[in-house]
């Protein structure tokens, strides 16, 4: 087999084709087209086929990259599907979304001198397939348990727990408070980045292995989490963060300055074919304005490219550091720029003006000053180096805070950390209330779909060790 193998000497990397800039700035699809089945086995056969794969020890979820790539360059595609599926709930949006480059692709060996192999490329691929060919299938327990489990958020860590659990046949409950299922895959991420079908697909697949789904349905309105106890044997709260965080510079109250992942949803609710007023009035819409989105993470990016899709007249993305420093992936600043982006780097925002809606931001110069205790060089202002950039739609993409979840949640006994994430045992998952676990961002603070979907399936894990313990004492308890 391995003479099919170590090809990263004589083949060079090559991604997908990517669509043009001024074609793809038209509409909201994905930028990459698929891989071709030669292309994908030749690409494959570049692995190197490490004895310790650090692209493997880098994965959140140690997909067995080795072992797929092998056989997709053999052409075994199904079993390269069944093991990549192993370990991933989701591998086709990882593969699409994950910043490999800081992941997988960064950790592999080749990169040095000769070019990561396209993992995340590859993974999508056999799933993609997979897809066509009719293997993905709904789960069918071999056992069905009558314990029932409360999952609260329908993201990537709610359900890839959702998914763990039904697997052990475990009667599993999803509750939400959107209208669909998929958290910030759905509303958040562009369709640019992750088409909507990508998501909906997998979510029919949940519902048709027997997951209930209760949309529309917010924990702390329509039920408190004493009640979910009540009604379930275990919990699993996944309601990663939504709190945007502010500037708190003059002007900060005027019209036209908008929390970045309200600006998002409209537009993927958009094109999800909803009704959205604040599209439609112009409020949440950047079509013929001068826009400046504030930040430099992958929320940002995400933003600007939304902002060009939709035919704004110019967009700037502001940001207090530079392009070394920023915390977003570089593949997607690269991918912004060439859209027609323009980054004003080593700059933040001092005043945003205007009557009573935004005409400008008034924009001060920084440098980088030695660095604080993270290590990260401070940015530090330029005295007098004010000027002012014209913007009717100004989109603040600052990161996000937990809620107040043991208020909103009626639980006050809930243990929280200081930023608002939710404390639980690093071994099991499990907050300090009894059968209550916690996954992805409510307890790690904003991170990435890969690391929910560990988490959540670490916590299934945990979910099932804990209630075959209690049946098991339960039944010893009935025998004495
Ligand atoms: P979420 O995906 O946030 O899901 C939480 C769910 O809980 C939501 O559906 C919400 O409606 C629900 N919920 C909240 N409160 C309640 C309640 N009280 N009752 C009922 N339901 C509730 N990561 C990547 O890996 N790659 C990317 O390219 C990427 N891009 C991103 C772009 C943007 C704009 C944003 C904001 C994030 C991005 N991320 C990306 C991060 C990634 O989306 C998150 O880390 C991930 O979705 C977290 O998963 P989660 O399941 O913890 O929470
Ligand atoms: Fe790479 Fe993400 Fe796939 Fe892991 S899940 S192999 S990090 S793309
Ligand atoms: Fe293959 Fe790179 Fe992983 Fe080594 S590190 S096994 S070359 S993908």
Redesign the pocket.
Known sequence: MTEKMLKFVSLEKKMPPKRAADNRRQDFNEIYDEFDQDRAKEQASRCSQCGIPFCQVHCPVQNNIPDWLMMTAAGRLEEAYEVSQATNNFPEICGR???QDRLCEGSCVIEKGFNSVTIGAVEKYITDTAWENGWVKPTKPVVEREQSVGV???????LAAADQLRKKGYQVHV????DRAG???IY??PGF?LEKEVVERRSRLLQDSGITFHLN????RDATLAELRERHDAIVI???V?KSRDIAVPGSGLGGIVP??EY?TASNRKGLGDDVPAFEDGTLNATGKNVVVIGGG??AM?CVRTAVRQGAKSVKCLYRRDRKNMPGSLREVVNAEEEGVEFVWLSAPKAFLGDTSVTSVRAIDMHLGIPDSTGRQVPVEIDGSEHDIPCDLAIKALGFDAEDIPT?FNEPKLDVSRWGTISVNFKTAMTNLDGVFA????VRG???????IRDGRDAAASVHQYLEKRAASEKRALAS
């Open positions: 979304i994950c910043p609260i958020g329908a993201g990537p860590g709610g509750y939400d408070r959107y958290g910030l895959m958040g991420i980045k349905f917010e924990v702390g996944a309601t990663g939504y970045a992942l998002l992958d929320t995400d909103l996954v992805g961002d409510i904003a991170s990435l779909v890969v690391w929910a």
